[in-house]
Structure formats: structure tokens, C-alpha cells
């Protein structure tokens, strides 16, 4: 052993202490040991163990005696953080979370936040905030009211201004999904309500088209952090039997949220003035950004955000720091990201940033593989897309076609008032009974393809009477079964993926029924009725579309699923971490093979 050097490791399980000797020999007593390593504790030692808090890190050297005074020997002790370690972010201790936490209070907490949120939507499009065009009529001008008549705005820009978030909310959406991998995706959700807070103060403070428009492709962004992380922490902190119920009370938020945005919208902007609907929003979200900078975070299941590994990694194994371990073998950066890493000037900082993109994209490029590479989610994406296919054309033209089939006086406040109730109580109850028969995929795929596929016999029916007396009982139980779909298909995306890919998965459903379903359907359904000229065809047309999410969600029932939730990566330490734990294992390795 004299003129090479040597470690010993001892580790009896995952959480145990790993002990690391490195000698650094510069004298000639082969017979000196370097070091001597801890013994392993007995079972039952490790066994009672597990319920004590990790020690800090430990580093301490030393002068081994027997070796001489030109030995020295290195002793260092690395005991996983248990805070930041790969089972803190769902089913720790009651000791490990947050002092603040109570899995009621979070769900609270963001019920409030998706509330806010929708409130906006609805404030944006009520009468007292959008308003009306000035108009001239025989030499009388009239100045208009609100967004629309302070900014002289026409139809096509005032439609453009009630989508706007949409640009900021489907590019920024996978971006925080992506920075969730290495940022704690609790600070995330508080740097995006930052953004949303921000951005509905400046919509308030705006001065033409494309000042407000701006603005509103931010509140897209600030929304995009919230909308992907979440479902997951209230995923991981719902009952395991009220998991779905939990997901359909905050899903029921949105009917809520924008039925109070259209009130809350009318009244600040016809009594005091459309700004202040703004900045009235963002005085009310402004206590949750301050409580996401200011509170401890929550961590989410499936993520390691281990700052003392990440530090301590190189002092370990000094070879880290260049990127290889002992056997000269790259780690933690992919080799199709390392040759185009290569190609840059590695001496600026600018290109130091590019390497750590390109790494970022390389990651992303391979989530997304998997991703779509995993059967169900994509079948349940696809009939959710569908789906919101239809409810958004629903949501834009039924007032509308209402009124021309069934000359309603009131078709604005017929089909809100149906939209709002049945979407809280569809909701609730969708969630409810996904966990009242055990939730399970096969299962949410059964009440999906069952509830939608009654749901558009109820509204295919109601638009072939020819009654109103007729419609309205048939289209209000249609909306009830449809809308029970938002808990199970939202349990779908949690659920068919492994934990570190949820935000993901969350992100690139919202990006898809988004792109593919709402966004392009009121457009086309307006191309069809000016070809047409017949609401009622039109509209029988549209609710046909929800046969094709029953399709696919029926198709999903005979897919082979798993529950991934509890899924953790290769020896139960998630991708994360294994990549900064991999080197120090590796040493030891070979120190045992040298040994």
C-alpha cells in the first residue's frame, strides 16, 4: 500500500454516515496504515436510526501517528442533508416541514392565488373594464368608456388584448418547469407571482395598445410558474384518499374566479375607474409574493436542491471540480450537450452561461422524450385538447348562438349563470367520486370517457329543442357531467409520470389545450358559421367534437398504466442528487479496487 493512496468507505444504508479516508503518503513506512475506517453499525442500530436527524457535515484532519510525521491523513464524513434529501419532499416528518405548513393552510393558500388569477381573466373582459368604442352619430361624438374607449381601440385589437397572456403563458410555462430541476420550486411560484403583481399594476398604469398589451403577455408569464408547480405540492400534501377532491376544490377556482372577476370588474370600473381594478388585483396578491420570498419553502416530491452536496462534492473528490471522476469519465453533463458545450470560448462568462443553456435544452430535450414517449399521458393530452376545444368555443360564442336560436334577452347572464354554477359543482363532484370508487387511471379514464360522453349527448340534445324551456335542463346537465372531467384528467398528468417530471407534464398540457383547443377553436368556429349561416348547425357541429375526447379517454382505459407518484430514480435517489452523489461513490470505488 506504500506509495499509493488509499480509502475506505463503510456505509450500512442510504442514510447512514459515509466515512472517507484519503491518505496522502510522502515517506517510505509501507508497513504504517494510512487510516482506519468506522465500523458498520449493526442492523439494529441502523434501524433506530432512521428516525434521528442527520448531523451536519464534518470534516476534520488529522496526523496519523503510526505513519510518521509525513503522513497525513484526511477524514471526512458526509451525512445526507435529510432536509434536502430525496424523500423530504413528500412523507417527511412532521419535525422536517416548514413551521407554517398544514397541508389545509397550503391548499388555502393557493385556492386564493388561482382565485386571483382568474379574477383577472374575468376583470379584463367585464363591460366596466373593457368598455365600449367612442362612437359619432349626427355630428354628436360620444368618448367611449374603459380600456376599449380610452384607447380608441377596434374589435380585432381589443380581442387581441383579452389573449394577450397566452403568449407569456405558453412560453414561460415550460421554462419554470424546466427551472424547477434546479431551483427550489417553491421560490419559483414566489419570483412568478412577483411578475403577475407586477404586471397587473403596470396594466393599470399603461398608456396606449401596446403598453397594456405588453403588460398582459406578463401576467401570462407570472401565471405560466404558478399554473405548472401547483397541482404537484398539492399533490403531494392532499390525503391519500382525498388526493382528486383536493384537485377539483382548487380547479374550482376558475369558474369562481372569473365569475368574481366579471362583478368585481363592473363595479371598480363603473364607480371608480378601470385602473383601479388593476391595482386593486395586485394589493391582494401582494401578501402571497412577499410569503413566497419570506417563508420557509416547501421542497416537491421527486427534486434535491442539496446545496451542501453540491459544495462539498469537489472538496471530496478534487476531481469533480474539472468534471470527471477517477476513471476520467465526464459526469452529470450529457455527451450530446458536452460537444456542442465544446464548440464555445470557455474562458468569458458569457460563454460559461451559453454551456449551462445548452446543457439546460439538452435536459429539457431528453424530459420531453420521455415524456411523450409515455402512452397515457398523451392519449389522456389528446382528449383533453379536444375537450377544451369545445368549452372554449362554448365560453365565446354561446352567448351568441344562443340568442340567435332562442332569441334570449339575456343570453350573457343565461349562460354565465350555467357556466358558473355547473362548473363549481361539476367540478367538486368529479373529484369526489374519482376518489369515492379509488383513485386510480383506469378509473379516472372510466369517468372521463363515461361523464363527457353523457355530458355531449345533454348538450348535442339540448340544441336540437326548440324550446328555451327545453335547452336550458338539458344544456345545464350537459355543462354539470362535462365539467367533472377538470380533477381526473389534471390526476392523470400527476400520476402517469415519475415525480421530477410533473411540473413538465403540467406545463405541456396547459401549452397543448391551449395551442390545440381553445386558441384555434373560436376562430374556426366562426369561419364555419359564415360559410354555414345556421347557429344551430354550427353549434351541433362543435359539441360533436366532445365524441372525439370520449374516443380517446375510452382508449385510455385499455392502456397499460401505472401509478409513477411513489416512483423514485435508481436506488431510490433522484436523478438530481445521483448526479452530485455519483462522483464520491465512484472514489470510493476505486479506492476499495486499489486497496
Not at 357531467?481 to 406545463?507: D, E
Request: aromatic share 10%.
Amino acid at each position: 500500500m506504500g506509495g499509493s493512496d488509499a480509502a475506505t468507505t463503510t456505509h450500512a444504508r442510504d442514510d447512514a454516515q459515509v466515512v472517507v479516508v484519503v491518505g496522502s503518503p510522502v515517506g517510505d513506512s509501507p508497513s504504517a496504515p494510512l487510516a482506519a475506517a468506522a465500523p458498520p453499525p449493526p442492523a439494529d442500530a441502523a434501524e433506530a436510526k432512521r428516525e434521528l436527524p442527520a448531523e451536519p457535515l464534518a470534516v476534520e484532519s488529522k496526523q496519523e501517528a503510526a505513519a510518521g510525521p509525513r503522513v497525513q491523513a484526511m477524514a471526512v464524513t458526509l451525512v445526507r442533508d435529510v432536509e434536502t434529501g430525496p424523500g423530504a419532499s413528500t412523507s417527511d416528518s412532521a419535525e422536517e416541514k416548514p413551521s407554517w405548513f398544514t397541508p389545509k393552510r397550503l391548499l388555502v393558500m393557493f385556492c386564493i392565488i388561482n382565485m386571483l388569477n382568474y379574477v383577472d381573466r374575468g376583470v379584463i373582459a367585464s363591460n366596466g373594464v373593457n368598455g365600449s368604442r367612442g362612437t359619432c352619430s349626427g355630428g354628436t361624438c360620444s368618448s367611449g368608456s374603459g380600456i376599449q374607449g380610452d384607447f380608441n381601440l377596434n374589435n380585432f385589437e381589443d380581442g387581441v388584448l383579452s389573449s394577450a397572456f397566452m403568449v407569456g403563458l405558453l412560453v414561460a410555462s415550460p421554462i419554470f418547469a424546466s427551472l424547477a430541476k434546479i431551483h427550489n420550486p417553491f421560490r419559483l411560484i414566489g419570483v412568478g407571482l412577483l411578475v403577475w403583481t407586477i404586471a397587473t399594476a403596470g396594466c393599470g398604469c399603461s398608456f396606449d395598445f401596446w403598453s397594456i398589451t405588453i403588460c398582459r403577455m406578463l401576467v401570462g408569464v407570472g401565471e405560466a410558474s404558478f399554473i405548472s408547480l401547483a397541482a404537484p405540492f398539492i399533490d403531494d400534501n392532499a390525503p391519500a384518499a382525498q388526493k382528486t377532491a383536493w384537485l377539483a376544490m382548487f380547479y374550482m377556482c376558475i369558474p369562481t374566479g372569473i365569475a368574481l372577476g366579471y362583478v368585481y370588474g363592473g363595479l371598480v370600473g363603473n364607480h371608480l375607474h378601470w385602473r383601479a381594478a388593476f391595482w386593486g388585483e395586485s394589493i391582494l396578491m401582494l401578501p402571497f409574493v412577499i410569503l413566497g420570498f419570506l417563508i420557509k419553502p416547501l421542497n416537491l416530491k421527486g427534486f434535491t436542491h442539496n446545496k451542501k452536496t453540491k459544495e462539498y462534492s469537489p472538496m471530496v473528490n478534487p476531481e469533480l471540480q474539472d468534471g470527471t471522476n477517477n476513471n476520467g469519465i465526464k459526469q452529470g453533463v450529457p455527451a450530446g450537450a458536452e460537444d456542442l458545450a465544446e464548440k464555445l470560448p470557455q474562458k468569458s462568462s458569457f460563454s460559461s452561461f451559453m454551456k449551462k443553456v445548452m446543457i439546460e435544452i439538452h435536459h429539457f430535450g431528453e424530459d420531453m422524450k420521455e415524456l411523450l414517449q409515455e402512452k397515457v399521458y398523451v392519449i389522456n393530452v389528446l382528449g383533453y385538447i379536444a375537450y377544451n376545444f369545445v368549452i372554449g368555443a362554448y365560453s365565446y360564442w354561446g352567448p351568441k348562438a344562443g340568442q340567435d336560436i332562442y332569441k334570449m334577452a339575456s343570453a350573457d347572464l343565461m349562460f354565465g349563470g350555467i357556466t358558473i354554477v355547473c362548473g363549481i359543482f361539476g367540478t367538486l363532484a368529479g373529484g369526489f367520486i374519482l376518489d369515492k370508487i379509488d383513485s386510480t387511471i383506469s378509473n379516472a379514464f372510466k369517468l372521463l370517457s363515461g361523464a363527457t360522453f353523457l355530458g355531449a349527448i345533454f348538450c348535442f340534445g339540448a340544441f336540437c329543442f326548440k324550446s328555451l324551456y327545453g335547452f336550458i335542463p338539458f344544456f345545464s346537465m350537459g355543462e354539470l357531467l362535462v365539467f367533472a372531467t377538470q380533477a381526473p384528467v389534471n390526476y392523470i398528468c400527476l400520476h402517469c409520470v415519475k415525480p421530477s417530471l410533473r411540473p413538465l407534464s403540467m406545463a405541456m398540457s396547459t401549452v397543448s389545450i391551449h395551442i390545440f383547443g381553445d386558441v384555434p377553436s373560436s376562430p374556426l368556429v366562426g369561419l364555419l358559421q359564415d360559410k354555414i349561416h345556421n347557429w344551430r348547425a354550427t353549434a351541433l357541429t362543435l359539441t360533436s367534437i366532445l365524441f372525439v375526447a370520449v374516443v380517446f379517454w375510452f382508449m385510455g382505459i385499455f392502456v397499460r398504466s401505472v401509478d409513477r407518484f411513489n416512483e423514485q430514480s435508481e436506488h431510490g435517489v433522484p436523478a438530481t442528487e445521483r448526479t452530485n452523489r455519483r462522483p464520491l461513490l465512484d472514489g470510493n470505488e476505486e479506492a476499495h479496487t486499489s486497496g
